[in-house]
């Protein structure tokens, strides 16, 4: 069975700052990767995803991700984040034998002055 | 609307009582997903339909939930003699087959009392 692992339940950061995010998944077979983030009281906002070809990702709202294989990772990275990007951001995976995400328990990103 | 449309965003009951909750997927979108959240949680997978079928019913947590969507579009979650531990936020997402991406609604909250 496919998992998500997330095991930073917060992180917080200073504005302007960088930040990853971490993801681990476990899958034997092909798999789809995903970043979501969910911003308070609003609904799931894909922010990239992960299918084939290039393990470097961009996304919406500057952010990137880098699927790594060897590592089976999918760590979420921006380079300098605003106080807008306060959330809850989700990894997901999708096997390609299932047809439904696995999400993990969430990183709630902090971003102060 | 354009986006995955889900009603009521609240539901206050009382425990023991009937609840439907209703989500009206992206047009032209032929898989449907329903999951739940808890609070500090991720989405849990609860059950997914092809068209009018449900192809995976695997997350639904015991017999007092259930889901239809008779004609293909349009879902009504169902849940009957609710529990306080049925309160979480119910998010309903609809996906073109195969393309992998998820569109959320932004969830119907319950509350048990």
């Known amino acids: 069975a496919q998992s998500v692992t997330q095991l930073d339940s917060q992180v917080p950061v200073f504005e302007e700052a960088p930040v990853e995010l971490r993801c681990n998944y476990s899958?034997?077979?092909?798999?789809?990767l995903f970043w979501y983030v969910q911003y308070p009281n609003q609904g799931l906002q894909l922010l990239l995803k992960?299918?084939?070809?290039?393990?470097l990702v961009k996304g919406i709202n500057g952010f990137e991700a880098e699927f790594n294989k060897s590592q089976t990772s999918f760590h979420l990275r921006k380079p300098s984040v605003h106080i807008s990007d306060t959330a809850e951001y989700f990894c997901?995976?999708?096997?390609?034998?299932?047809?439904?995400?696995?999400f993990g328990t969430g990183t709630r990103l902090q971003v102060t002055l | 609307g354009a986006g995955v449309s889900q009603t009521p965003s609240n539901k206050v009951t009382e425990k023991g009582k009937y609840v439907e909750l209703r989500c009206d997927p992206i047009s032209g979108h032929t898989a449907l997903y329903w999951y739940r959240q808890s609070l500090g949680q991720g989405p849990e997978f609860l059950i997914y339909f092809q068209g009018t079928g449900a192809a995976d019913d695997s997350g639904l947590p015991n017999d007092r939930f259930f889901a239809v969507r008779p004609e293909g579009s349009v879902s009504t979650l169902k849940i009957q003699r609710t529990e306080r531990g049925d309160s979480a936020v119910y998010l309903c997402a609809s996906r073109v087959e195969n393309t992998g991406e998820l569109f959320f609604g932004e969830g119907s909250r319950l509350t048990v009392l």
């Open positions: 997901a995976s999708l096997t390609g034998t299932a047809s439904k995400l696995t």
């Open positions: 899958s034997s077979v092909s798999v789809y």
């Open positions: 992960y299918l084939s070809g290039s393990t």
